[in-house]
């Protein structure tokens, strides 16, 4: 009954306001419980396997890096690996794009 007794002493604007505002608050909690935190929590997940993505890459460019060192210096010349990995396919000719404008308006 005190309820009915404040909206008559303070008006109908007053308690509507009161309404939005408990009607907000309700929304606000359900949407962080409801949406942000599982966002959170899959953002966090997806931040560590990038993590290791990360770590994995590193530990290959590291390896690839040595292959590469070692290719060189069994080579009988400079630039050894970079034409062994052309011939696998791993790497682009090395043309550069103006060898290749050039080229193509030759043809």
């Not at 993505?53 to 690839?64: M, P, R, S, V």
């Amino acid at each position: 009954m005190e309820w009915l007794q404040v909206v008559k002493d303070l008006g109908i604007p007053v308690a509507l306001l009161v309404a939005i505002g408990w009607g907000l608050w309700s929304g606000g909690v359900w949407f962080g419980t409801k949406v942000i935190l599982p966002l959170q929590e899959r953002h966090f997940l997806f931040l560590s396997k990038l993590e290791s993505a990360i770590n994995q890459i590193t530990e290959y460019q590291i390896h690839l890096s040595s292959e590469l060192e070692r290719l060189n210096k069994l080579g009988c010349g400079k630039g050894f690996a970079a034409n062994q990995l052309q011939e696998l396919g791993l790497v682009s000719s090395g043309k550069s794009s103006k060898n290749l404008k050039r080229t193509q308006q030759e043809t």
